[in-house]
C-alpha cells in the first residue's frame, strides 16, 4: 500500500438479516456470528456503487491491494493497519504472483481460480477467514472450535486456513473411503496439533447429520465455542467479490469500454452471490452472469422455469456441486423481494415445510434479467473437458461446466470469463475418463503421498463424536492448556 495517503476512514457499514430478526451489527460481529441468530444471512445494509474514478484506480492495481480496497469498503471496525497485513498474508500461500491469473483459451478467459494451497477457489475465502478468526479471536478473547462435515473440497481448504492457529481447534468429519485419495491426503496430512481429522464409518450424509445434530445441541454448541465454516459466512462472499472486479477490470480496460460477463459453476450460490454483489457494485462493468449446473439442477430450473424445488442428489463427475439445496439461495431471494425480510422470511419458511416455492411472473422476469442458466449434463461436461484438452488446456470437471454453459450464452463483442473453480490434478479421475489420460499431479499434491498422516476412525453415532470432541476441544475440562 501506498502508505503517504492519509489513513482511510473506516466506513459506516453495519450488517442485518435477511429475516430482520437482529439489530445491526458491526463486521467483526457478522464473521463470528456466520448464520444470523434469526435463522437468517447476513448482508451489509447497503452495497454502493463504486465511482467511475475509483474503478481507474483500482485498474493499476496488484491482487491484494485491491483486495483491500474492496473490503476495506465493508469492514468498519478493523483499522487498516491491521486488515492491509491480514490480506497480505491470506494471499502469500498462492502459487502464481498473480493470485488469480486470467489465462486466454479460444475466444474465452479463464479466471484460474486454484492457485491456493489446496487447489480450489475456496482457498480465496477460507485462507481469509481463517485469519480473520484468529484476528479476531486475539483481539476479543475467547476461542473456537470449528467443526464441519465435507464431501472433500471444503474439509481441506478449511484445515488450510485454519492449521497451526492460535484458539482454534478444527474438527473435519469426512465419510471414511468415500473421498478421492488426494482429497484424503489433502486432509489427514496436515499434522498441526489443532487438526483434527475424523474418517466416519458412514457416507456424507451420516456425517453431516451428525454435525447439524450437535449444532442443534445448543448447551453443547455454548459450552464449547463451536463455530461454523460452510459457504454462509459473509466473509467468504466478500474475498470472493475482489475477483470478479479483478478479472473485470483486467479485461475491460478503461471505464465505459463496455461489459464484462462472467460463467459460474454453481452449487450453494455463495461464488455467484459475490459475483452479483460485484455487479451492484460495478454495473458499468458486468453485465451477465452465467449460472451453470451440473445435472443437480435446482438452481438451473429455478432461473428458467421460476420453480425452486429440492430434488435427489445425483452424483456426478463434479461432485462439490452435487447439492439440492443452495445455502446462500436466501441472500438473492432477498433482494429479489425489493430487500424486505418478512417477504423473505415467509417465503423460507414456507420453502422449509413444502420443500418447494414457486415465483409470479414478474419475479421471473427479473430472475430473467439477472441471470441466464444452463443444466449441463455429465456427457456434456466429458465432451467439453476433451474438446479443450485437444486445443491445449485442461479443465477440471467443474470448470467444464461452467465453459458448456458458457458458450450457450456468449456474445460477440462481450468478453466472456469462465471461473476455473479447481484445478484439474484434483479431479483426475473424471478427467482420464474424458481424455484417456491422467493428469500430472502438480508438486503440491505429489508430496503428499509420502508425507505422514493422521486420522481417526470413529463409528457414525452421534455420542461417539462428541465425546470425541468434548476431550479435544479447546476450553474443555480435558483441555485447559
Ligand atoms: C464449492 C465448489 C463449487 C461451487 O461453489 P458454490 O459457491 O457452492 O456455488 C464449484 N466448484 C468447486 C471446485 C467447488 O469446490
Same mark, same amino acid.
Given at each position: 500500500m501506498?502508505?503517504?495517503q492519509?489513513?482511510?476512514?473506516l ?5 442485518i438479516s435477511t429475516r430482520?430478526?437482529?439489530a445491526p451489527?458491526?463486521?467483526s460481529e457478522a464473521?463470528?456470528?456466520?448464520? %444470523?441468530?434469526?435463522g437468517?444471512l447476513?448482508?451489509p ?8 474514478e ?7 492495481l496488484?491482487y491484494?491491494q ?5 473490503i476495506?469498503?465493508?469492514v468498519?471496525?478493523i483499522p ?6 491480514l490480506?497480505? #498474508? *491470506? ?5 502464481h504472483?498473480e +493470485?488469480?491469473?486470467?489465462? #486466454?483459451v ?7 481460480l486454484?492457485?491456493g494451497?489446496?487447489l ?11 485469519n480473520l478468526?484468529e484476528y479476531?479471536?486475539? &483481539?476479543n478473547?475467547?476461542?473456537m472450535?470449528?467443526?464441519g462435515?465435507t464431501s472433500?473440497?471444503?474439509g *481441506?481448504?478449511? +484445515?488450510y486456513? !485454519?492449521?497451526?492457529k492460535?484458539n482454534?481447534n478444527?474438527?473435519?468429519?469426512h ?27 458412514? =457416507?456424507f ?11 442443534n445441541d ?6 464449547y ?6 459457504s454462509?459466512?459473509w ?5 470472493q467479490?475482489?475477483?470478479y472486479?479483478?478479472?473485470?477490470l483486467?479485461?475491460?480496460?478503461a471505464?465505459?469500454s463496455?461489459?464484462v460477463?462472467? %460463467? !459460474? ?6 461464488d455467484?452471490?459475490?459475483?452479483f454483489v460485484a455487479?451492484?457494485?460495478?454495473p ?7 449460472l451453470a ?5 435446482? /438452481?438451473? #430450473?429455478f ?10 442428489v445425483?452424483?456426478?463427475?463434479s461432485p462439490s ?5 443452495? =445455502?446462500?439461495?436466501e ?10 425480510p &418478512? ?6 419458511? =414456507?420453502?422449509a =415445510?413444502?420443500?418447494r /416455492?414457486?415465483?409470479?411472473?414478474k419475479i421471473?422476469?427479473? !430472475?430473467?434479467?439477472e ?5 449441463v ?6 465432451a467439453?473437458i476433451?474438446?479443450?484438452n485437444?486445443?491445449?488446456y485442461?479443465l477440471?470437471?467443474?470448470t467444464?461446466v461452467?465453459?458448456r454453459?458458457?458458450?450457450?450464452? %456468449?456474445? &460477440? ?11 484439474? @490434478?484434483k479431479?483426475g479421475?473424471a478427467v482420464a475418463?474424458?481424455?484417456?489420460s491422467?493428469?500430472?499431479l502438480?508438486? @503440491?499434491?505429489?508430496s503428499l503421498?509420502?508425507r505422514e498422516?493422521?486420522c481417526?476412525?470413529?463409528d457414525?453415532d452421534l455420542?461417539?463424536? &462428541? %465425546?470425541?470432541?468434548a476431550?479435544? @476441544?479447546?476450553?474443555s475440562a480435558?483441555?485447559?492448556?
Amino acid at each position: 500500500m501506498d502508505r503517504r495517503q492519509p489513513k482511510p476512514q473506516l466506513p459506516d457499514m453495519k450488517y442485518i438479516s435477511t429475516r430482520g430478526g437482529i439489530a445491526p451489527i458491526s463486521f467483526s460481529e457478522a464473521v463470528m456470528m456466520g448464520l %444470523a441468530t434469526d435463522g437468517g444471512l447476513l448482508l451489509p445494509e447497503e452495497i454502493d456503487r463504486v465511482g467511475r474514478e475509483t474503478l481507474a484506480r483500482w485498474r493499476a492495481l496488484p491482487y491484494r491491494q485491491l483486495a483491500f480496497e474492496v473490503i476495506s469498503r465493508f469492514v468498519d471496525d478493523i483499522p487498516a493497519d491491521d486488515l492491509i497485513p491480514l490480506i497480505d #498474508r *491470506s494471499y502469500d500461500s498462492f502459487n502464481h504472483p498473480e +493470485i488469480t491469473p486470467l489465462v #486466454r483459451v479460444d475466444g474465452l478467459h479463464i479466471l484460474e481460480l486454484f492457485h491456493g494451497p489446496t487447489l480450489a477457489f475456496k482457498d480465496v475465502a477460507l485462507q481469509f477467514l481463517g485469519n480473520l478468526f484468529e484476528y479476531l479471536l486475539k &483481539k476479543n478473547g475467547g476461542k473456537m472450535n470449528i467443526l464441519g462435515a465435507t464431501s472433500g473440497d471444503t474439509g *481441506s481448504a478449511a +484445515i488450510y486456513g !485454519v492449521r497451526g492457529k492460535d484458539n482454534i481447534n478444527i474438527f473435519i468429519i469426512h465419510p471414511h473411503k468415500r473421498v478421492s485419495r488426494i482429497q484424503e491426503l489433502q486432509m489427514t496430512t496436515v499434522t498441526d496439533a489443532n487438526v483434527f481429522n475424523i474418517a466416519l464409518r458412514g =457416507s456424507f450424509d451420516d456425517g453431516q447429520a451428525i454435525v447439524k445434530a450437535i449444532f442443534n445441541d445448543i448447551p453443547f454448541k455454548d459450552k464449547y465455542s463451536l463455530g461454523a465454516v460452510n459457504s454462509i459466512n459473509w466473509a467468504r462472499i466478500l474475498a470472493q467479490v475482489v475477483y470478479y472486479l479483478y478479472a473485470a477490470l483486467r479485461v475491460r480496460g478503461a471505464a465505459g469500454s463496455g461489459k464484462v460477463d462472467f %460463467a !459460474v459453476p454453481t452449487g450453494n450460490f455463495g461464488d455467484i452471490f459475490a459475483g452479483f454483489v460485484a455487479r451492484r457494485m460495478a454495473p458499468d462493468l458486468i453485465g451477465r452472469l452465467v449460472l451453470a449446473t451440473n445435472e443437480n439442477d435446482l /438452481l438451473s #430450473r429455478f432461473v428458467n422455469d421460476g420453480e425452486y424445488a429440492v430434488g435427489q442428489v445425483t452424483h456426478t463427475s463434479s461432485p462439490s456441486m452435487d447439492i439440492q439445496v443452495a =445455502s446462500n439461495f436466501e441472500r438473492y431471494l432477498y433482494f429479489l423481494f425489493e430487500r424486505d425480510p &418478512k417477504r423473505t422470511r415467509a417465503a423460507m419458511e =414456507s420453502f422449509a =415445510s413444502s420443500g418447494r /416455492l414457486e415465483f409470479a411472473e414478474k419475479i421471473r422476469e427479473r !430472475v430473467a434479467s439477472e441471470f441466464s442458466a444452463r443444466m449441463v449434463s455429465e456427457a456434456e461436461t466429458a465432451a467439453v473437458i476433451r474438446t479443450y484438452n485437444e486445443r491445449g488446456y485442461l479443465l477440471d470437471p467443474h470448470t467444464a461446466v461452467g465453459v458448456r454453459a458458457a458458450l450457450d450464452f %456468449a456474445e &460477440k463483442d462481450t468478453p466472456m470469463i469462465c471461473l476455473a473453480t479447481a484445478h484439474p @490434478a484434483k479431479f483426475g479421475d473424471a478427467v482420464a475418463r474424458a481424455t484417456g489420460s491422467e493428469p500430472a499431479l502438480p508438486p @503440491a499434491l505429489a508430496s503428499l503421498l509420502d508425507r505422514e498422516s493422521r486420522c481417526d476412525l470413529l463409528d457414525a453415532d452421534l455420542e461417539t463424536v &462428541k %465425546a470425541y470432541i468434548a476431550v479435544r @476441544a479447546l476450553g474443555s475440562a480435558g483441555n485447559r492448556a
